[in-house]
């Protein structure tokens, strides 16, 4: 629908003929839909990092799915006007000025049976705070757009960390386990792709990658007098519309996609944010209920305008000199500990025949 409206050429993107994914496969080939979710999931102490459009999604799925169980949310801004395009649940609400992850948090408590709570703050911060010291948290679902946050919320060292990533096209999910500490922890997995989309961004925007490290603020002359020849032309028109880097960023790649945007559209397309947070959900549910099952560390849809043939599932080993490799005996004592503070508190609020659905 996208590509009718904004005429995206044939030639860059052609229509998709009844393409279907499935996300228990991770493929467009398969022969079911997929085993029946049972009909109550018990989370394990969940946290959700991040609350802007990754989160919405994510959010918006968990109230849709039979869990219980208690989330806390981690966000250290508060919504505003330019997040109406891209956070799905921000259409129904006057959630504006309000901080995204007490928001969040009121809207998933009042929409399901899970119990959350939210705290505007950084992740780094956060994970030191009594709220979530009371907790034990095993479980991360990450909808986060920096590499710094991605490494501050390995920090947590969970069970299992699912992280979903955007960027104008394309979504990704990452994920690790610690019982397979073979494969890449988000610190290791986060150096190179960054650095990849950087210089993707360096290519498509002309700006320099200082400039591309601050994307919330508005671009600036000196910028643009920084910046590849051959783009400064295009940055001046992004200069007079007042962009931010962020937004510059966006509209260099519709533009790749051959869409001309009209003067005042902000390219925001908030199914490319919903695609990573139903790829973040699917994969905590598989890793959650279906421990034993092969999976990939990484699983992309590269560009959601070209479907199938832009899907890739690869997995990266661990680095040797990361956190994960060196500190694993540490590692898997907070795990003990973790488990054995989840199954007293457990019995200490129910006090009776509650089964407790840890992770084994
Ligand atoms: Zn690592």
């Given at each position: 629908m996208f590509k009718r409206i904004y005429g995206v050429p044939a030639s860059v993107a052609p229509l998709l003929d009844k393409a279907e994914l499935s996300l228990?496969?991770?493929?467009?080939?398969?022969?079911?839909?997929?085993p029946l979710l049972p009909d109550n999931i018990t989370l394990p102490d969940t946290l959700l990092v991040g609350g802007g459009a990754i989160g919405n999604g994510i959010a918006l799925l968990m109230t849709q799915l039979p869990v219980v169980g208690r989330v806390h949310i981690v966000d250290k801004q508060s919504y505003q006007d330019e997040n109406h395009g891209t956070?799905?649940?921000?259409?129904?609400?006057?959630?504006?000025?309000?901080p995204k992850a007490e928001q969040l948090a009121k809207w998933i408590t009042q929409n399901s049976t899970l119990h959350a709570t939210g705290d505007k703050a950084f992740i780094s911060d956060a994970l030191g705070s009594e709220a979530v010291k009371s907790m034990a948290i095993d479980l991360v679902l990450n909808g986060l757009d920096n590499v710094q946050a991605r490494h501050d919320s390995q920090l947590?060292?969970?069970?299992i960390i699912v992280d979903g990533g955007i960027n104008e096209t394309g979504a990704a999910v990452i994920q690790h386990r610690l019982d397979n500490q073979g494969l890449a922890c988000l610190i290791c997995a986060f150096k190179l792709p960054m650095h990849d989309i950087r210089e993707n961004q360096r290519q498509l925007t002309g700006l320099n990658s200082s400039v591309l490290s601050d994307q919330g603020r508005f671009l600036t002359e000196q910028d643009i007098i920084d910046a590849d020849p051959d783009k400064q032309t295009w940055l001046r028109e992004m200069l007079k519309e007042k962009r931010t880097i962020c937004s510059v960023v966006s509209e260099a790649g519709l533009r790749r996609l051959g869409v001309k945007a009209e003067d005042g559209f902000r390219p925001s397309v908030p199914f490319v944010a919903t695609a990573a947070a139903a790829m973040v959900i699917a994969e905590a549910l598989k890793a959650f209920l279906y421990p034993g099952r092969r999976y990939s560390q990484r699983f992309t849809i590269g560009n959601l305008f070209l479907g199938p043939q832009s899907l890739a599932n690869s997995s990266r080993h661990a680095e040797p000199s990361c956190s994960c490799v060196r500190h694993r005996t540490l590692i898997h004592s907070l795990l003990q500990r973790r488990k054995h503070k989840s199954i007293s508190q457990t019995n200490a609020s129910f006090g009776h025949t509650t089964e407790v659905r840890g992770r084994a």
């Open positions: 228990f496969e991770n493929s467009t080939e398969f022969d079911s839909a997929g956070s799905i649940l921000l259409e129904k609400s006057d959630w504006i000025g309000n947590a060292w969970p069970s």
